[in-house]
């Protein structure tokens, strides 16, 4: 499978507690994208790396939160002090150009906050 | 600041039925259009998007999008829908040259009945 694939699948955790999930994009593309989508709505954008740079985070993105992607390769997202806000599907996205193409979605993270 | 609006929130069709879920975008300058469909269970895949060029676009399974600059509108068109189109449909906008993602809407839910 040469998509882009997260792990976990699922994630239960109590509240206050530490969580990171995992990204590895396609291989070829350089962008990757963390969105957070909760029912009802559309993905909502958290953060942007171009290689390993991390060039854009939104607002949404809240100092428990932080991404890294070391080597350029994979992504690791961590959500520190969990809440019950935080329960969301959490998206990884990759892409080689991101006018051209859109993005390659992962099938996501569902972390819920107990 | 940009949005994208998907008035459409549940559309409920028989097969055969033909499809057109509406999609206004609020950007004054150039922009990229993507539509990304959601079937149950499985992760966001792009259904088509305009990049530049001819503002009919066509994508896969039937579908195509036309994008009309003077109404701020990407909407999505089927002629004759199957049961196997019941999904969840959503509208995204990368808005500008320098913009780093896409913004994506509430999404329209799709229900075909056999």
């Known amino acids: 499978d040469t998509g882009v694939s997260q792990n976990p699948r699922h994630k239960i955790t109590k509240r206050g507690q530490n969580v990171t999930f995992r990204c590895d994009p396609i291989?070829?593309?350089?962008?990757l994208y963390w969105y957070r989508q909760t029912l009802g709505q559309g993905p909502e954008f958290l953060t942007y790396?171009?290689?390993?740079?991390?060039?854009?985070k939104s607002r949404l993105l809240s100092d428990r939160f932080s991404a890294e992607r070391p080597k350029g390769s994979f992504s690791t997202l961590e959500i520190q002090r969990t809440e019950q806000g935080d329960s969301a599907m959490y998206l990884c996205?990759?892409?080689?150009?991101?006018?051209?193409?859109?993005?390659?979605f992962g099938s996501g993270t569902r972390l819920t906050v107990v | 600041a940009q949005s994208v609006s998907q008035h459409n929130h549940h559309v409920i069709l028989s097969e055969a039925a033909s499809l057109e879920l509406g999609c206004n975008y609020s950007?004054?300058?150039?922009?990229?259009l993507f539509w990304y469909v959601q079937y149950p269970g499985q992760h966001l895949q792009l259904l088509l998007k305009?990049?530049?060029?001819?503002?009919l676009v066509k994508g896969i399974k039937g579908f195509e999008a036309e994008f009309i600059k003077s109404k701020f509108s990407f909407n999505l068109r089927k002629p004759s829908v199957q049961w196997s189109d019941t999904a969840e449909y959503f509208c995204?906008?990368?808005?500008?040259?320098?913009?780093?993602?896409?913004?994506f809407g509430t999404g329209t839910r799709l229900t075909v009945i056999p």
């Open positions: 950007y004054g300058g150039t922009v990229n």
């Open positions: 291989s070829e593309h350089n962008r």
């Open positions: 995204a906008v990368n808005a500008g040259t320098g913009a780093n993602n896409l913004f």
């Open positions: 996205a990759s892409s080689p150009n991101l006018r051209e193409y859109g993005y390659t």
């Open positions: 305009y990049f530049s060029g001819d503002p």
């Open positions: 790396f171009q290689n390993e740079a991390q060039l854009e």
